[in-house]
């Protein structure tokens, strides 16, 4: 069985990340659930996971969201 949208039913694909990312009901503190809501795009057939993971990753490797630097110390 393939990922990819055009392999997949909405149904499939909520399987899909339901058994990739685990038991997200079970997180303590509520990080799980925002995990899995990255993905929705991906289970309404809207974006690919690789695209989504792409996203994520650039976003997370380009500090955007993340303190800059002055001269004089870190801003926020």
Do not use: H, W
């Amino acid at each position: 069985m393939g990922i990819l949208i055009k392999d997949t039913t909405k149904e499939e694909r909520e399987k899909i990340v339901a058994e990739s990312l685990g038991n997200i009901n079970g997180s303590c503190d509520g990080c799980m659930a925002g995990l899995a809501e990255m993905y929705q795009d991906y289970i309404d057939g809207k974006r690919e996971i690789s695209e989504i993971n792409m996203a994520f990753r650039a976003n997370y490797e380009s500090g955007e969201d993340g303190p800059t630097r002055s001269s004089c110390g870190y801003m926020v």
